[in-house]
Structures are given as C-alpha cells and as structure tokens.
C-alpha cells in the first residue's frame, strides 16, 4: 500500500513539473456565454476541450502561429462558449496524441440575453416547416462548411462591421419565441445579429477571407460565407444581390452583396453571423479585440513586451 502511494506521489508531481514547464495563455480571462475563447500554447497539443460540469460543450483543433517579426511562435486554438452555457466554473482540457496534455480552470461570467416574439404569415409558416431534399441538402453542405477546420489564417485584426446602418432589428443569442401561422409556438435562439436597412444598401465583408459560398438557399435566402481561419466563418445572409465570388479572397470592407429581404425574412435586414469550430459566437467580439491579439498573447506566454 505503501509503495503504491509512492507511485501515485510521484506521477502527481511528474504531471504538475510537466504543466509548470508549459506556457499558456487564455484570452479573456472570464468569458462569457457566447464569447470566443484564444487558448494559446507554447508547445504543440491537437484539441482543446471546453467542459461545464464536467460536460463537453465545445471544441477546437490547434493550429500554427507564425510570427515573422522574431517573437517565438505559438499553437492557438479558437472556440466558442455556447450561448446557453451556465456562468460558474468550466475547464479548457488540453489533449495530444498521448492524451490529456493538461486542465486549465476558469469561470464563465453570467451575461443576459434579449427575448422577443416573431408572428409568421402562412408563408412564412410553410417555408421554415417544409422539408424537401433540397433544404436537406442545403443543411448538409452548410454543416460540412463548418465541420471544416482549415490551416490558413487570413485575419488576424479586428472586424469591421458588415453595414453602415447602425439600427440593430434583433441581437446575438436573443430567445426567440416563432408564433406560426396555425397556432403553433417554436422556441429557437438568434444566432448572429440582424440590421435593418433599406433594399440595395451594402453589404461588407467584415474580414479578409476567403469565400466558400455565395449562392441562393432556400430558408437563408441568398448567403455568403467567409473563411477567416482555422474553423472561423462569417456568414451573411438574406441578400437581395451577391456580388462575391466563390473561392476568391476578399478584404475587411470589401463590398460583396447588397441587402434584401430573401428566403426566411419578415423585411429587407442583413443576418450577420460568425461561426466558430460550428458554435454560433457573438460577432461584435472581434469588431471591439483581435481576432489573434499576437501582443497580448506573447506577452503572457513568453513575457514579451512589444
């Protein structure tokens, strides 16, 4: 019994020495439901983990940072707190090729949401009820979108916003209740952020990215999709005109649509969304920090200061 609790003496202050010689750093500190989450490393691990209670809510793979202006370069990983995920304790659990690499503690802060009521017509109604082979088809394509985790990083600074208007016709992660036509009542959650503005006013990319979609679709009307990073995606949709191309690169501001009022939309407003690792995240984030804050990441990783 002894020599058992020897052993296991020694594997707990193998793994502490193991996770004190590891540099990481966790931006924010205390996110709160909705929030993006940089979990940056000084050495290569392949996955972080977001648990609550013990449950996993969200995930992301680590990719490569490289830093040209000779600062040491980094492994990041960008992932997302459900907005439904109760403020408290969570954990970031770290995994490699061999395992649990290590576990990161922090606290979710609480953060409240709006609610609202939409009344659909019978059009309305019919078009988010019905299911045919093409809304299927269309639902797989955008979850194979997101399901994608590439290794290109193409924005690295803030967003800009995707319109000049600054009237906001429904917020991030605000509690929907659809009244439809027949009397039924569906709740959902608003994944992104919709401005209302007149037909035909521009609509920007709020990042460089590369665009993966740019089509017409049935409940989203006509829709654009961009590519900013490993498992990050801006999406935008309800056009009334797409003027981006598929699979061409485009800028922080470049013009790539116009707004309309297409597919599952009660008037003309552009649906702002962003993606990440699939978790619908609150856009405005990255409008107010970086996306990759490369200053503040290697001044707790390596102590840096530039």
């Given amino acids: 019994m002894k020599r058992v609790s020897i052993f296991l003496l020694i594997g707990l202050f193998f793994i502490a020495g ?137 924005h690295e600074g803030q967003f800009v916003l995707p319109i000049s208007t600054t009237r906001r016709t429904s917020r991030f992660g605000t509690r929907r209740v659809n009244q439809y036509s027949d009397g039924r009542r569906v709740t959902s959650i608003h994944a992104g952020v919709d401005f209302g503005a007149p037909k035909g006013t521009e609509v920007y990319a709020c990042g460089r990215g590369r665009v993966i979609l740019a089509r017409a679709r049935i409940i989203s009307g006509n829709s654009i999709i961009i590519e900013h990073g490993p498992g990050i995606y801006s999406i935008y949709y309800h056009l009334d005109t797409i003027t981006a191309q598929e699979d061409s690169i485009v800028e922080a501001g470049e013009i790539i649509g116009l707004v309309g009022s297409t597919g599952f939309s009660t008037g003309p407003h552009l649906h702002w969304e962003l993606r990440i690792s699939t978790e619908n995240t609150d856009p405005d984030i990255y409008v107010d920090r970086p996306l990759l804050d490369k200053t503040l990441i290697t001044s707790k990783i390596f102590n840096i200061r530039r």
């Avoid at 050495?43 to 969200?58: H, I, N, R, Y």
């Avoid at 980094?74 to 707190?81: D, Q, R, T």
């Avoid at 995994?95 to 609480?110: H, Q, S, T």
């Fill in 18 to 154: 193991l996770n004190a010689q590891i540099r990481y750093a966790i931006l924010p500190d205390s996110p709160r439901p909705g929030d993006p989450i940089t979990v940056a490393l000084s050495t290569p691990a392949e996955e972080a983990l977001l648990l609550v209670s013990g449950k996993q809510v969200a995930k992301a793979a680590f990719f490569y940072v490289d830093d040209t202006s000779g600062i040491p370069c980094y492994f990041a990983a960008i992932l997302a707190v459900p907005s439904t995920a109760a403020s408290g304790a969570a954990v970031i659990r770290l995994n490699n090729d061999k395992g649990v690499l290590m576990e990161i503690p922090f606290r979710i802060a609480p953060r409240d949401f709006h609610s609202e009521t939409l009344r659909l017509d019978p059009a309305l109604t019919t078009l988010v009820t019905t299911s045919n082979e093409q809304t299927r088809a269309e639902s797989a394509r955008l979850w194979q979108i997101l399901n994608t985790t590439g290794n290109q990083v193409y």
